[in-house]
C-alpha cells in the first residue's frame, strides 16, 4: 500500500487502517505499506524499514527500532 491514508480525515484513515490489519490477520501474508507517517507504520507492521537517499539505512523489528539510535 502506497500512502494508503494520505489526505484522509482521522476517522476514515483508522477505518483504511483496521481493514489493512485485518486483511493482513486474515490472509496470512506480507504486507508493505510506504508511509511517511512513522506512527501508522508502528500500528500495521511487525518489521519496519526506513529509506534514506533510496537506501535502507535502518530495518527491524518494532522492538529494535524503538532502542535504535
Known sequence: YDEPTAGLDPVTAEAIED???E???????TIVVVT??????????????????????????????RASK
Open 23 to 29: 486483511r493482513r490477520k486474515r490472509s496470512g501474508t
Open 19 to 21: 481493514l489493512i490489519a
Open 36 to 65: 511517511s507517517e512513522p506512527a501508522q507504520a508502528y500500528r500495521l507492521c511487525d518489521r519496519l524499514g526506513f529509506l534514506h537517499g533510496g537506501r535502507f539505512f535502518e530495518e527491524g523489528t518494532k522492538a529494535q527500532m
